[in-house]
């Protein structure tokens, strides 16, 4: 697997050969397929987005990248029919690297659509370019294939409704948008102080486990994850001065500092574009973190409707059931981190409703 993937990662630009090639001879079984309502679940990292994939994924019309996806991701057609002739084993759940509870198995979804974005967008993850896509660009040849891969796994999978989970994909609203008008779009934030918390404990885990093990930093580089460990990277949301700022302050080891910027360049970011955009703000449903652990029956209902997709009452109790605050950490942040956590991001985390009586649901 780790040759495999270091391949692919090298040369992104055979395996997109590969993948329009095996589109090409499956002509004939994608012509009939189309794509209903994409739903596109994206949020800072630590916001409660694989929560949200995985409740969504469980639903029996939808279809989305799974662990077993990986390496060949561009080929998902014929990667699956070749799994589907090789004995399986049995396998038991193992919690996953984030050592946050949650636990999977080669089947569980998995957020692998990056790699395709970072083979048609190879500076993706440059901080020093800008990683937004507005509804005016226009890539012709990457909307091609990316639409033939959301049909393959469709036909793959036989559902109806494609599900990603693309913390990245913040960027990218306006443009999955344009290409998907019926898209839905589920968006995740968290109160700054826990979500702070949460990002510098996973910064901490990651770094010392790839320090210990070079091929995890590896791995994290060919599918797309800089959101943690040694080669960590914000995204430029249009504003290098930011951007720069947030990549200085980590460099010099001032990480609530950084964080707390980088969370309020991530939002501010969100707030403004669907202000900006009232088409996109109708086909967005921004979930918090704490209504999602504190009313979860509630919350749950609110993204299954604005999904439209639909649960038994039954299976929606026993999901909201396994959801709760965390209990395995508490932020451990002096007053003064506390009241500069407050001062960088208050004023964005306001347009969230955080600091008010009422709840929101969409920034308007």
């Known amino acids: 697997m780790h040759l495999l993937s270091g391949w692919i990662h090298r040369y992104p630009q055979t395996w997109i050969r590969f993948g329009n090639l095996e589109s090409r001879l499956l002509e004939d079984t994608l012509v009939d397929i189309r794509i209903d309502r994409p739903i ?15 409740q969504l994924a469980s639903h029996p019309d939808v279809a989305s990248h799974r662990y077993a996806d990986f390496p060949p991701v561009f080929t998902p057609y014929w990667w699956n029919r070749w799994l589907s002739l090789v004995p399986q084993k049995e396998e038991a759940a193992k919690e996953r690297a984030h050592k946050d509870g949650i636990a999977i198995t080669s089947q569980s979804p998995e957020a692998f659509e990056e790699m395709i974005w970072m083979g048609f967008f ?19 040849l990457f909307e091609r294939f990316y639409d033939d891969h959301l049909r393959k796994l469709l036909a793959i999978r036989k559902r109806q409704r494609y599900l990603a989970k693309g913390n990245y994909n913040l960027a990218r609203l306006g443009y999955l948008h344009r290409l998907y008008p019926q898209a839905r779009f589920i968006l995740a934030i968290r109160d700054p102080v826990w979500h702070i918390a949460s990002l510098i404990k996973q910064q901490a885990l990651f770094t010392t486990g790839e320090t210990r093990e070079p091929r995890a930093l590896e791995h994290m ?14 995204m430029n949301l ?14 010099d080891g001032q990480e609530v500092e950084g964080w707390a910027h980088y969370w309020a ?80 991001t208050g004023p964005v985390a306001a347009r969230f409703g955080y600091g008010q009586t009422d709840r929101v649901q969409q920034v308007g």
Not at 122 to 139: F, I, K, N, Y
Not at 314 to 332: F, M, R, S
């Open 265 to 344: 360049d991530v939002y501010r970011h969100l707030a403004d574009t669907l202000e900006a955009d009232p088409a996109l703000r109708e086909a967005c449903l921004v979930v918090r973190y704490e209504d999602l652990c504190g009313t979860p029956r509630e919350t749950l209902e609110r993204v299954l409707a604005h999904s439209e997709l639909a649960f038994p009452a039954e299976t929606i109790d026993q999901a909201a059931a396994g959801l709760h605050a965390p209990t395995y950490y508490q932020p451990e942040f002096s007053a003064e981190e506390r009241a500069m956590i407050q001062t960088i």
């Open 40 to 54: 596109y679940v994206a949020g800072l990292a630590r916001s409660g987005t694989t929560i949200l994939l995985e």
């Open 221 to 234: 580089r060919r599918v797309g994850h800089y959101e943690f460990g040694l080669d960590r990277r914000p």
């Open 238 to 251: 249009g504003n290098p001065a930011s951007t720069e700022r947030v990549w200085q302050l980590w460099r």
């Open 122 to 140: 190879p500076d993706a993850h440059d901080p020093a370019r800008s990683s937004v896509l507005g509804r005016d660009e226009r890539h012709p």
